[in-house]
């Protein structure tokens, strides 16, 4: 398994404003990959976050908005930027180890609100 | 890409019940589907999963039935219990490959 320690687990901020979100791993993992979870919804890929290059972007989002950063094996971040309220959601962090381990595993998530 | 869809959207049964969940795919070349729990303001948990080499797998009161020719499987939990409630997913995804997608969930209230 892996643990997985996220933060802030929650904020508000202000429209225009910039949030950064930590996502770390106790052990290294192969793959490590940002959703959103908007109220009431199912989780969305917005990338891959990739080991010394650039992240993988999901269709509708792009790396201006959503700037990723993966220096090692064990830490990403994912920054939400100039925010609007329509950015108001839950962003979890996931890891997979690779291989045959198939298993993904989740942050406790970062509850973001705009006003 | 692959699309993943998921019924129902809500299902409600009395304690002792079961409850069947079905999800279907459409990437033929997906061959990992697990399910996921979530319960309120916490983070998905893995409770079961298969591979497309397995047509049925359990673990004690949950099970999931995988059929590729008709690219659907379902989640099933026997002797429902209060502490079932919650909202599962299904997900699909390639073997070794990087992105998982998740079906729309289904919120599952079991009545004491």
């Known amino acids: 398994s892996a643990v997985i320690s996220q933060k802030p687990s929650r904020d508000i901020c202000q429209r225009g404003t910039s949030l950064t979100i930590q996502c770390q791993v106790d052990s290294q993992v192969t793959m490590m990959f940002w959703y959103r979870q908007q109220p009431g919804q199912s989780l969305t890929l917005i990338a891959t976050a990739n080991q010394g290059s650039e992240a993988t972007y999901e269709s509708g989002f792009v790396i201006d908005k959503f700037p990723i950063s993966r220096p090692n094996l064990t830490f990403s971040t994912l920054t939400v930027s100039n925010m609007s309220p329509e950015d108001s959601s839950i962003y979890l962090c996931?890891?997979?180890?690779?291989?045959?381990?198939?298993?993904?595993?989740f942050g406790q998530g970062t509850r973001l609100t705009v006003v | 890409g692959e699309n993943v869809e998921q019924h129902p959207s809500t299902l409600s049964v009395q304690e002792g019940d079961s409850a069947v969940i079905k999800c279907t795919y459409s990437d033929s070349a997906s061959n990992y589907f697990p399910w996921y729990k979530q319960e309120l303001g916490k983070r998905p948990q893995l409770i079961i999963d298969i591979r497309s080499n397995v047509g049925e797998k359990k673990d004690q009161r949950i099970a999931v039935t995988l059929n590729k020719t008709a690219k659907h499987f379902s989640l099933h939990i026997t002797e429902t219990q209060p502490e079932d409630s919650a909202v599962y997913f299904c997900a699909a995804r390639r073997y070794n490959n990087n992105d998982m997608r998740f079906g729309a969930g289904t919120r599952l209230t079991v009545k004491p």
């Open positions: 996931s890891v997979g180890k690779g291989g045959s381990n198939t298993e993904a595993f």
